[in-house]
């Protein structure tokens, strides 16, 4: 199974300010097919997760652009350029190109210094 | 208008049974694969099953292989998540899903929650 780490688990951001959150698979996620089916879902408190990046760096419609994703291979990143109050919650990387099992990785929790 | 509309969650017996279903409007279900994921109370996401389109291929974590069965009923645009010999740690907020591989739009249900317990 592909085990995905993330880093930090936990992310104390002032408002306005950058942020990034690292994502590393155990083996690299490209696909046969020659795609990279790395995704960023976000869970604000007390909702369901949403998806805001597809295949490493396509954002979700209505995701703003201040969220934007990178890399390759085995190591990916996500990053808020400018951080606002809406953007409190738990990150999960989550890889759909070894599975079954498609694995999550651990989560890392945003919040407001 | 996508909506995933899960419903059956409530409260059962160590070694019980229950089964979820999850209603689906706003898209073509019958020719999308459709996801379960869990969460566990104040824990991450955890991948539970998948079926295919045409309900002829099916996968299951390794947690729940054997108890938990997954169909659907594309006639009634209808996901089911069939659990028995339920455990303390199946207690989850179960989510219906469209896409967690990345192919396609994503969309979640808003969760319907198992909660294990004599």
């Known amino acids: 199974d592909v085990v995905m780490t993330q880093s930090p688990l936990s992310l104390p951001v002032t408002l306005g300010q950058p942020a990034s959150i690292s994502c590393r698979s155990s083996q690299s996620l490209v696909h046969s097919d020659g795609n990279t089916y790395l995704n960023w879902f976000q869970q604000r408190p007390g909702q369901s997760p949403t998806r805001l990046i597809y295949?490493?760096?396509n954002r979700d419609s209505g995701v703003p652009d201040r969220f934007s994703g990178s890399g390759s291979g085995t190591d990916f990143t996500l990053k808020i350029s400018r951080v606002e109050a809406e953007d409190v919650g738990v990150y999960y990387c989550?890889?759909?190109?070894?599975?079954?099992?498609?694995?999550f990785g651990q989560g890392t929790r945003l919040e407001i210094k | 208008q996508v909506q995933l509309v899960e419903s059956g969650g409530g409260v059962v017996q160590p070694g019980g049974s229950l089964r979820l279903s999850c209603a689906v409007s706003?898209?073509?279900?019958?020719?999308?694969?459709m996801f379960w994921v869990r969460q566990a109370p104040g824990k991450g996401l955890e991948w539970v099953a998948f079926?295919?389109?045409?309900?002829?291929?099916?996968y299951y974590a390794e947690s729940v292989k054997g108890r938990f069965t997954i169909s659907r009923d594309n006639s009634k645009n209808t996901l089911y998540l069939h659990m028995s010999s339920l455990r303390d740690e199946d207690t989850a907020v179960y989510y219906c899903v469209k896409d967690l591989a990345g192919y396609s739009n994503a969309w979640w249900g808003q969760g319907t929650l198992v909660t294990v317990s004599s």
């Open positions: 295949k490493v760096s």
């Open positions: 706003g898209f073509t279900f019958s020719t999308y694969g």
């Open positions: 079926i295919r389109y045409d309900g002829i291929n099916k």
């Open positions: 989550v890889q759909g190109t070894h599975w079954p099992p498609i694995t």
